[in-house]
C-alpha cells in the first residue's frame, strides 16, 4: 500500500508537457501538404496549430484554403467567423 501511495504522489505531481511540440506538428503537417495538397484536413489540422501559437493570420490563410478546397466546411467557416479581421 505504502509503495502504491508513492506512485501515486510521483503521478500527480509530475510535470504535464505535451506530446508533440505545435512547431514540430507544423512542420510534419506542411510536409503532409506537400505529399497531399489537396487535403483539406491537413489544411485544418494547421490552422488550429497556428491558433493555438498564435499565429492568426496563418491561421486564417490555412482555413481560407479548407474552403477553397472544401466550400462546404463548417468547421473552417466557423473559425473564421471568430478570428478577428485583418487591419
Not at 33 to 58: F, S, V
Not at 64 to 78: G, R, S
Request: glycine share 4%; charged share 35%; hydrophobic share 40%.
Amino acid at each position: 500500500e505504502e509503495a502504491e501511495a508513492k506512485i501515486e504522489e510521483a503521478i500527480a505531481s509530475a510535470p504535464v508537457v505535451s506530446a508533440i511540440d505545435p512547431k514540430e506538428e507544423e512542420q510534419h503537417l506542411i510536409m503532409e501538404i506537400a505529399k497531399n495538397p489537396k487535403d483539406a484536413t491537413l489544411y485544418q489540422k494547421l490552422g488550429d496549430i497556428y491558433l493555438k501559437t498564435g499565429e492568426k493570420d496563418n491561421a486564417r490563410m490555412s482555413f481560407i484554403t479548407v474552403l477553397d478546397l472544401d466550400p462546404e466546411n463548417w468547421y473552417a467557416k466557423k473559425k473564421l467567423g471568430e478570428l478577428p479581421e485583418l487591419k
